[in-house]
T-cell receptor, first 116, second 112 residues
Framework: AQTVTQSQPEMSVQEAETVTLSCTYD???????LFWYKQPPSRQMILVIR??????QNATENRFSVNFQKAAKSFSLKISDSQLGDTAMYFC?????????????FGKGITLSVRP | EAQVTQNPRYLITVTGKKLTVTCSQN?????MSWYRQDPGLGLRQIYY???????DKGDVPEGYKVSRKEKRNFPLILESPSPNQTSLYFC???????????FGPGTRLTVT
């Protein structure tokens, strides 16, 4: 079974500082994608960043970057220069293609608060 | 604008009264899926569809039905809602297999 674990339920960071959100996953698949989704108070699910498992280079999107450690099955999200608008719940998610269902398996999420 | 839409956004209903939550996407995506989000559980898949007329169960399908008669639409049907179906529901779509899924704005359902 595929599982995604986010062990930290809550984190807080000062505005303009850097914060890292942790995620580990378990799978026997070799071809898969990993994602971080952001859910602000509006409840909308917003894709933050994605990482293809076959790529060794860590993905980066502006202030957001990942540290992908395939052997350790670790996929952490680093947010640099934190902004008040980054306050949200963040979900780590995993997908592999069985040829049929492309189900996203989510972690339970982490609530991030950015302090002014 | 490329988007996934859901209606209604909020719904309060009573036990046993049939309801439908609509989902529509304008991106010509083949894959569509329904998830429910509950506190402490993350998001769990209810049903999915690989293409028109092709649907299958996800992890928590009990009490739900779906249909996919057109590529753009994927309604979620609760034939006899119960209080344990009170949840936040998301529809999502993607081109195919290993690609990011785009989510609708969510539907907050309360069953009393």
């Amino acid at each position: 079974a595929q599982t995604v674990t986010q062990s930290q339920p809550e984190m807080s960071v000062q505005e303009a500082e850097t914060v890292t959100l942790s995620c580990t996953y378990d799978t026997s698949e070799s071809n898969y994608y990993l994602f971080w989704y952001k859910q602000p108070p509006s409840r909308q699910m917003i894709l933050v960043i994605r990482q293809e498992a076959y790529k060794q280079q860590n993905a980066t999107e502006n202030r957001f970057s990942v540290n992908f450690q395939k052997a350790a099955k670790s996929f952490s999200l680093k947010i640099s220069d934190s902004q008040l608008g980054d306050t949200a719940m963040y979900f780590c998610a995993f997908i592999f293609n069985t040829g049929a269902n492309s189900k996203l398996t989510f972690g339970k999420g982490i609530t991030l608060s950015v302090r002014p | 604008e490329a988007q996934v839409t859901q209606n209604p956004r909020y719904l309060i209903t009573v036990t046993g009264k049939k309801l439908t939550v609509t989902c529509s996407q304008n991106m010509n995506h083949e894959y569509m899926s329904w998830y429910r989000q509950d506190p402490g559980l993350g998001l769990r898949q209810i049903y999915y569809s690989m293409n028109v007329e092709v649907t299958d169960k996800g992890d928590v399908p009990e009490g739900y039905k779906v249909s996919r008669k057109e590529k753009r639409n994927f309604p979620l049907i609760l034939e006899s809602p119960s209080p344990n179906q009170t949840s936040l529901y998301f529809c999502a779509s993607s081109f195919r297999g290993l690609s990011e899924q785009y989510f609708g704005p969510g539907t907050r359902l309360t069953v009393t």
